[in-house]
């Protein structure tokens, strides 16, 4: 009885075997990359990749260079240096350039200008300030809290009277014949400085005041109070700021009810150590 096996050519047998990978660099230094698979219908496929390197150098920080020469630990232990292909994929750099500026900050001043610009055009003129008559508006003027009487002191009268009225208006701000501000409070007939009776807000300027320097940008004035208050009673604390961010500018004055008081703070307060700075406690008319 003949047999029913079928013979199978030796062909057949040479295309079941399954052909290696191959992995080889050419003269000109591109890397050859020839692999074997399958593909979603079941034929045998050929996948031939070629990859040429270009050498890039860059200016990295000193840190990133030395994290580059640490040798791997843990499941990559022992491995070569550099990322795994077969674990990791490798991304473009995204640099990251921080600029100095807001343009939303910046945004925000346009409205201003827009306004100059309408009002120039229209034959307006400039913008003047009432106060100080720059050329800003008035709710903006840098001199909106020293020369807040000014503006209460006209008489109303026509456009004509300017120039006749503003230096009427002079006496107003305070100025002694020596030069120097007088609060309102203090102030006599033509400006010049009264004594105020005792006890009145005008008394302010006979207060022993110190002047606290070297404080941090985080100081309160209830933590002058609690620092200094245990030499004496405290009336006045005012700490210098900024007026856009509010920060604290590092120097306060504190006033005191009696001047031994203040004199006991000096010795005991100048010098000593007061959140992470050393403080300087001085008499503020020195």
């Not at 034929?43 to 580059?68: F, P």
Request: charged share 30%.
């Amino acid at each position: 009885m003949a047999s029913s096996i079928p013979k199978t050519s030796w062909a057949d047998d040479v295309d079941e075997l399954e052909p290696k990978n191959e992995d080889f660099f050419d003269e000109n230094g591109i890397r050859t990359v020839i692999e074997y698979s399958l593909n979603d219908e079941g034929k045998k496929v050929k996948i031939t990749r070629r990859i040429k390197r270009i050498l890039q150098k860059s200016i990295v920080e000193h840190t990133v260079a030395e994290r580059q020469k640490w040798a791997k630990f843990g499941a990559e232990k022992g491995s070569k240096a550099g990322p795994d292909r077969a674990t990791t994929t490798v991304g473009e750099n995204v640099s990251l350039k921080l600029s100095a500026g807001n343009k939303a900050g910046e945004s925000e001043a346009a409205p201003e200008e827009t306004v100059k610009t309408q009002l120039t055009r229209a034959g307006a003129g400039k913008v003047v300030c009432r106060l100080c008559k720059g050329e800003h508006f008035t709710a903006k003027c840098p001199y909106k809290d020293t020369l807040a009487g000014l503006e209460t002191t006209d008489t109303g009268a026509g456009a004509g009277d300017d120039d006749s009225h503003e230096p009427a208006a002079l006496p107003s701000l305070g100025a002694s014949s020596g030069g120097k501000y007088v609060p309102p409070s203090m102030r006599g007939p033509g400006g010049t400085r009264t004594a105020g009776p005792p006890g009145a807000g005008g008394n302010r300027d006979d207060l022993p005041t110190l002047r606290v320097t070297n404080i941090s940008e985080d100081t309160q004035e209830n933590d002058l109070r609690d620092l200094l208050g245990r030499f004496g009673r405290v009336v006045r604390v005012y700490i210098g700021r900024d007026r856009e961010t509010g920060a604290g500018k590092g120097f306060a004055f504190v006033s005191f009810e009696d001047r031994a008081a203040a004199q006991k703070a000096i010795d005991k307060v100048h010098g000593m150590g007061y959140d992470n700075l050393i403080l300087s406690v001085q008499w503020s008319r020195e």
